[in-house]
């Protein structure tokens, strides 16, 4: 079938090539997720990299705590894993915060940290959050910061839908989801 969703490999177009350059690398190493959005130069330029840059509002290990509950609330091993292996140490995430990502009502999260879970979880299922979690995260957060949560939770849905219609395989560094207790 000649319809179907998979990474491209080298060599690409000019075109591909010129928007793929935006993208971080591992090492060297093209993820297979961008290798996927290849498929589409708009999606490659429209899509993701206006996320990836350094100028974002929010640190990275709120940034990271966003990535990792979305992609496992979409049930995307693929993006959750490579975000564990590359960025949860950067990000002072322990072991027990990975895991909780996974999970909810942990007790590990930080008062602030529970709360933009719980506004995560409410994006995520209702692409919306109620009254009380809209007050709260309006003064737990800046305009740009609450902007840059929403932004990052359409994002990241996106992308795991991507992968997970891809039906991509963990990367070999990647980190795979924690055992169902």
């Not at 080298?10 to 090492?27: C, G, K, T």
């Not at 589409?40 to 429209?46: G, N, P, T």
Request: proline share 4%; aromatic share 8%; hydrophobic share 45%.
């Amino acid at each position: 079938m000649t319809n179907v969703l998979a990474p491209l490999e080298e060599p690409f177009s000019d075109e591909v090539n010129a928007a793929l350059a935006r993208y971080p690398r591992q090492n060297g190493y093209l993820l297979t997720l961008f290798r996927t959005f290849a498929n589409s130069v708009r999606f490659l330029e429209k899509c993701v990299p206006n996320l990836l840059d350094k100028e974002s509002p929010l640190d990275l290990r709120t940034r990271e705590i966003i990535i990792l509950r979305v992609t496992a609330n979409r049930n995307c091993d693929y993006e959750w894993g490579v975000h564990v292996a590359i960025f949860s140490n950067a990000a002072g995430l322990r072991d027990d915060h990975i895991a909780a990502t996974k999970v909810s009502n942990a007790d590990c999260w930080s008062a602030k940290e529970q709360r933009l879970i719980s506004a995560i979880d409410q994006l995520c299922e209702q692409g919306t959050v109620d009254n009380a979690a809209l007050s709260i995260f309006q003064k737990d957060w800046t305009k740009e910061q609450q902007l840059e949560i929403i932004a990052l939770c359409g994002t990241y849905s996106t992308i795991s839908m991507v992968a997970n219609v891809a039906r991509l395989p963990l990367e070999n560094f990647a980190v795979a989801f924690p055992a169902k207790h």
